[in-house]
């Protein structure tokens, strides 16, 4: 025993000796060190270093250790926050390697600067390699100055100034340290951080707001540790805006859709978002999973209450827990993450009531079933599919190692992007799988073999949701993915019933489980893995042999079927594409023994010839539904006898004279289709179909005659005989037709039992160009919508129409005169007389008070009566191309609700009236056009409307426009195009979004008062993401020099005003926009052929904020800080000029025209090229946008074109992360011709190019800091 405690003493000894002299060596070696920045080798004293702190804390451990930065550490730790602190005591002037390792490792560090920071070299050197760490990778510095002013620290005063002579006294061999040392403190002292004294509150106070702020910083600095989880960031802070965070009771949250959409991965990035602002958090994964094992619901449930309460070991297998658990998890604030629930019961075992957690609680949960989520949660969020270039991205970053693709790969990433359609599983999957292919060849074969056969992984997650369908919703699911992707819902819900489905019920719960969705236009949609996994299932029954699957949908397997003679009883639907068995050259189809199939359909690709191979068909007497597209045969089979058959569709068939050689028993059929079946020329007896409900024969140019009894078939309701051109007299028509569809038809008088008809209710009479005259006895149609009879050429008058009309069409008819009995038509809200060439405008002898719309364009009516102000509801006049008008009333003022006035063309139109004291106004009229009108002037009191918004003068006589028109508040829109005439611009009101005066070969002064304006009144500014500025004064080869610094000065000034609101605005606001663009800013001009190329504008810019201004000048606008000759630049980026001040860059070049008569044809796009200090590049090419490029004259051999877009919307698919920005020290850009770049004929842009060349370019970076300098500047220069 002695002997043991003899050991131990000496032991101790042993080790308190070596410690002892470790301390002296330490110290020798500190005090002999030559070199003040030489890193120790050994650091044994340093905390293990983890993989990636959150936060370092430096500190000068004499004046904090044990107060301020002790109650920090505990604080940041207290909220889950991953913290570095060293705690061993100063020695010596070395950092060890660990130490500088951990400051490379955090994300944020916190500098706090106390009293003697400065006396420590330590300090000193954590400070340098921290800001190095700032400068190399973006780190993120919050000084704290605690108890001392920062401009001690600035202006090295008090004790830093002490310390720092102290210091230069001891390292006078190394002065350069010691200045660098200097520097990194005036560098500290003007970052944004956190000022203590004791003035500010308490410490206590003063820990919270920093660790607050420690935590808003870790939240965004996130999204960069979202690597590869491309799109997710404005997912997060969507389902963010969701949570009732600080408003009480219990909020809970469901995410929602299909399977591999990423709602797991949503899920968990925002738990980790969250989870410290709550004293407890759980996220229980893959609970629909783990809840099928035995007792695996309680399972879980245990490990969510030992989460949520922090015990080890609770095990509760009981379908309740017992009222003390209840009672501590109603103290718990909770944060609870349930994944992949599928079942009611799993939620009332894991969460019961709300009522069980404390206010302020979350809980989310992730479903592919929206209707178990709607029964328990608040609200839900549906994960929708990544765009295309966000998917693009996606794919680069697992096949690539999001390195971009080289030009061999672009096509095929492209064609594997449009494939999966922005699925992130999918996605992932699929693109790791190329990653190890070294070749193109290899790249395609993958490729093939991947759609061929799908991932094992990707069916897996798929195939879960078709798992949990009931029987009835699996069979919908089956055929809607065999047979109707892309088909009406109406249409497949009517088929599905045929087939004894419950298509309504099956189609909401499809819905529900995200298995399908409806389009816009009502059509089912369903994405193309999720179709071939249906299909797959429905491959499984019978790989081998397709005959005994109880669906066939591919053409292949069809003509297997019928030329090995594998034809079964057993198939009930068969659907695939004729035009492919023609290539396989298959010239008898026997369907014949099939007994089992009642539904048959048989697609014709629209890109093939008409069929002419097979000779002979036999159906089977069992089918209830026939759909054949360009039915080949001349009738059907003799020996098919459609005793069973429901509806029968022949669309643009071969049938000749008869569809039967004789009269068959069709006593079940409802619907019949033959429309353009061109050869047919007497329609089926149809006698005793008493059960019909729609016949379809339009376009069936050869039938002359429409059967008689045709009145008898009581349940008919549709009627199509449009373009049915030889038709020319009608039978009665049946008592319950509500669909009759007669245009384009030669009949030239209709019969009294239509036009007394009291249940047609959608009746379409256009271009009856035969049709003279209407009946005149009364008119009982119950058309409430449109009726419309235009086109009809022969009809030069009528008495009566149908009393609910609201939309009355009569455009294209030789009618004179309007009958009086119109104005009883009390719903008509508008009508159509256009190109109506003999009509006589009558006098409005009372008021109208509904119409809304009245359209007499391409008339030749000389004049409006002065009762046209009894049409006193009228929003719109539309009289564009009446080339004989003369004389508009001064009454038009009185259209108090006017909102569109249209004077397009109306080429003997020299004058408008005066608008006199007496009159209304026009109070609400917002577009005015005069296009090619003779006027030499427009009423002053005209153009000073507020309500007015677009205002067209294009291609007009008129001299000048008046000053008032800057009282126009809402003008947004202005066309002067080719205003030969007008020499000056007045002030214009400050918001103009589109401004086109090119032509305007006149125009000498622009106003500069248009600048300050739109200074002063900055904050009115009202911006939507997507908006597009345009301000055109190309071909105005007058404008004097002042002009020109005018328009560059305003450029200016716009571009700055739009980029600042744009950057204010989230991603989900300019997703938003993607729908709501161009609604302000659709100018419905009646010529097409200077607007927006819409369709290009679209595909580039489409929800993209852009700005675009041309004039006529020699020189790149003074405020580009960067200019250089020719069509490139480069320029070095400051170090700080990705921060949240930077609005992206402007754009300029300046154009030489070559020839007289050079037309704007050019297309421009830039090269970007970003480098960082590490020499990684990344490149975007980008078109700009150029509206004037529509093949107009220009009249100057020199244009000035500036631009702006923000970059980081430019880039899309190609985004990097904002830590590779912040490492970018140079840029370049380089200007080219789109067409000249994407032409493959060289003598083409050769000649093309010879009309232009860049002369200069420029480039501005833009930062927030400089708008108040300019308004300021404007202002000042104006005054």
């Known amino acids: 025993m002695e002997s043991i405690e003899f050991f131990q003493v000496f032991i101790t000894i042993i080790i308190l000796i070596m410690t002892l002299f470790y301390v002296y060596f330490r110290s020798l070696t500190s005090a002999s060190s030559s070199s003040p920045s030489s890193v120790a080798a050994v650091d044994t004293d340093i905390p293990p270093l983890q993989e990636k702190y959150d936060v370092f804390i430096s500190f000068r451990g004499e004046d904090t250790r044990d107060g301020f930065t002790s109650y920090l550490h505990k604080a940041l730790l207290g909220k889950k926050i991953e913290t570095y602190m060293d705690y061993k005591l100063e020695k010596g002037d070395d950092i060890g390697p660990a130490l500088l390792e951990a400051i490379k490792k955090s994300k944020i560090a916190l500098v706090i600067f106390s009293k003697d920071y400065a006396s420590s070299t330590w300090c000193l050197k954590e400070l340098v390699h921290i800001l190095g760490c700032k400068k190399s990778h973006g780190q993120i510095v919050i000084p704290i100055f605690y108890r001392i002013d920062p401009s001690d620290l600035r202006n090295q005063q008090g004790t830093y100034a002490l310390a720092l002579d102290e210091l230069e006294k001891r390292f006078k061999a190394s002065r350069d340290e010691v200045v660098n040392w200097r520097d990194a403190l005036k560098e500290a002292a003007n970052m944004s951080g956190f000022h203590y004294s004791r003035k500010t509150g308490t410490e206590a106070d003063f820990v919270e707001k920093v660790v607050q702020d420690v935590l808003t910083k870790l939240n965004r600095e ?92 609770l095990n509760i297998q009981t379908p309740s827990i017992s009222p003390i658990i209840r009672h501590r998890l109603s103290r718990t604030k909770a944060l609870i993450v349930l994944d992949d629930v599928n079942a009611s019961s799993q939620l009332e075992v894991l969460v019961g009531d709300h009522d069980r957690f404390v206010d ?159 389009s816009k236009r009502n059509s089912i949609e369903m994405h193309d893995l999720v179709q071939e996994m249906g299909r797959a299932i429905v491959r499984e029954q019978c790989i081998e042999e397709p005959g005994r ?36 050259h298959l010239n008898h189809a026997t369907f014949e023994k099939m007994c089992q199939l009642r539904w048959l359909r048989v697609g014709h690709s629209k890109f093939s010839e008409r069929s002419t191979v097979m000779d002979s068909l036999d159906l089977p007497n069992s089918l209830s539904y026939l759909h054949w597209h360009e039915y080949p045969l001349k009738s059907l089979p003799s020996k098919f006898s459609p005793v069973n058959l429901v509806e029968l569709h022949l669309p643009s068939s071969q049938v000749g004279a008869q569809l039967w050689t004789e009269d068959q028993n069709l006593i079940n059929l409802k619907v019949i289709s033959l429309c353009s079946s061109f050869h047919l020329t007497e329609v089926p007896n149809l006698s005793r179909s008493l059960k019909i409900e729609r016949i379809d024969l339009g376009c069936c140019l050869s039938l002359v005659e429409i059967p008689s009894y045709f009145q008898d078939l009581d349940n008919l309701t549709y009627l199509g005989l449009g373009q049915c051109i030889n038709i020319k007299t009608l039978p009665e028509m049946p008592r319950n037709v509500k ?50 009879l235009h086109g009809c050429q022969s009809l030069r008058e009528f008495s009566e129409l149908p009393m609910y009309t609201r939309v009355l069409d009569l455009s294209e008819t030789a009618i004179k005169v309007l009958p009086s009995s119109i104005e009883c038509l009390f719903g008509l809200t508008e009508i159509n007389l256009s190109s109506c060439k003999s009509l006589y405008f009558p006098e409005v002898l009372e008021p109208m008070e509904h119409l809304k719309l009245l359209i007499l364009s391409c008339t030749s009516i000389k004049e409006l009566p002065s009762s046209i102000g009894n049409l006193i509801r009228l929003q719109g006049l539309d009289l564009h191309e009446c080339k004989k008008l003369e004389v508009v009333p001064n009454v038009i003022y009185n259209l108090s609700t006017l909102q569109f006035l249209n004077f397009d063309g ?17 109070l609400s009229l917002e577009d005015l056009y005069l296009r090619k009108c003779s006027i030499l002037e427009i009423p002053d009191g005209l153009v000073c409307l507020t309500s007015l918004r677009g205002l067209n003068m294009r291609e007009t006589k008129i001299k000048s426009i008046p000053a008032s028109i800057k009282q126009a508040a809402q003008l947004s829109r202005l066309r002067l195009i080719d205003c030969k005439s007008v020499e000056s611009l007045p002030e214009l009101p400050p918001f103009l979004q589109r401004l086109e005066a090119q032509g305007c070969t006149s125009l000498k002064t ?85 607007e927006f190329d819409r369709e290009d504008m679209i595909q580039e810019d489409f929800g993209r904020s852009s700005i675009f201004i041309t004039c006529s000048g020699y020189e790149i606008p003074n405020w580009f800080s960067h200019q250089s000759e ?67 004259t220009l009249e100057d051999s020199h244009e000035v074109l500036v631009w702006w877009y923000d970059i980081f919307e430019v880039e899309g698919g190609a985004r990097r992360p904002p830590a590779f920005y912040k490492l970018v020290t140079e840029a370049s850009f380089e200007f080219y011709d789109i067409q000249e770049f994407n032409s493959e004929e060289d003598e083409v842009f050769e000649e093309f190019c010879s009309d232009y060349k860049v002369e200069k370019c420029g480039i501005c970076p833009l930062y927030a800091q400089d708008v108040e300098i300019i308004k300021q500047r404007v202002c000042s220069s104006s005054s």
């Open 1126 to 1192: 020719g069509s490139s630049i480069k320029i070095e980026l400051r170090p700080d000029w990705f921060s949240t001040d930077f609005l992206g860059f402007a754009l300029s070049l300046v154009i030489a025209l070559n020839t007289e008569d050079a037309k704007w044809e050019m297309e421009f796009g830039c090269r970007y090229n970003f480098k960082t200090s590490n020499g990684e590049s990344h490149e975007i090419n980008h078109s700009l946008y150029n509206p004037c490029s529509h093949g107009s």
């Open 906 to 922: 109306c080429s003997k139109l020299k004058k408008l009236p005066p608008v006199s004291v007496d009159s209304v106004g026009l």
């Open 739 to 788: 669909f009759l569809d007669l245009s384009d038809t030669s009949i030239k008088e209709l019969p009294s039992s239509v036009w007394s008809h009291k249940k047609i209710s959608d009746f379409n009479i256009s271009y009856c160009r035969d049709l003279e005259k209407l009946p005149s006895s009364s008119c009982n149609l119950n058309v409430s919508g449109t009726f419309s």
């Open 222 to 313: 996130s999204s960069s540790d979202l690597r590869g989880l491309v799109g997710i960031e404005k997912k997060i802070e969507f389902i963010e805006s969701l949570l009732w965070l600080d408003s009480p009771g219990v909020c809970c949250v469901g995410i929602w859709g299909m399977g591999g959409i990423g709602k797991t991965t949503l899920a968990d990035a925002v738990f980790h978002r969250l989870s410290s602002k709550f004293e407890a958090s759980c996220f229980l994964k893959n609970v629909r999973e783990n809840s099928e094992e035995r007792d695996g619901i309680y399972h879980l449930r245990n490990k969510l209450l030992c989460e949520i309460l922090k015990e080890k070991d």
């Open 549 to 584: 699957r109880n669906r066939l949908f591919s053409a292949e397997d069809v003509y297997q079927v019928l030329t090995n003679n594998q034809i079964t009883a057993t198939v009930p639907a068969i659907s695939f594409n004729w035009s492919k068995i023609e290539k396989l």
């Open 1006 to 1090: 622009v106003s500069s008062s248009s600048s300050t304006a739109l200074a002063q009144r900055w904050d009115e500014y009202i911006f939507f993401p997507g908006r597009h500025e345009i301000h055109n004064f190309s071909s105005c080869p007058k404008l004097d020099q002042n002009s020109q610094s005018n328009i560059m000065a305003n450029a200016q000034l716009s571009i700055m005003r739009m980029a600042t609101a744009s950057s204010k605005f989230k991603e989900e606001q300019i997703e938003l926009a993607r729908f709501l663009e161009d609604l302000d800013d659709s100018y419905n001009d009646t010529d097409s052929e200077d």
């Open 360 to 518: 302020g609680s979350v809980i989310i949960i992730t479903a592919r079933d929206k209707g178990l989520l709607e029964e328990k949660v608040d609200r839900i969020y549906e994960v929708e599919a990544l765009r295309f270039n966000e998917a693009l991205q996606l794919f680069h970053w697992h096949a690539f190692k999001n390195k971009s693709p080289t030009t061999d790969y672009t096509e095929l990433s492209i064609e594997v992007a449009k494939y999966v359609k922005g699925i992130p599983l999918a996605l992932k999957v699929m693109g790791s799988s190329f990653l190890r292919c070294k070749s193109k060849q290899e790249w395609e074969d993958q490729w093939n073999k991947l759609k061929r056969f799908p991932s094992e992984e990707i069916k897996k997650v798929l195939r879960l949701s078709y798992n949990g369908l009931e029987e009835n919703e699996k069979e919908i699911f089956l055929d809607i993915a065999c047979f109707h992707k892309g088909d009406n819902m109406n249409d497949v819900k009517v088929l599905l019933d045929s087939r004894r489905f419950c298509g309504e019920v099956g189609i909401k719960v499809l819905i529900d489980r995200s298995l399908i969705s409806i």
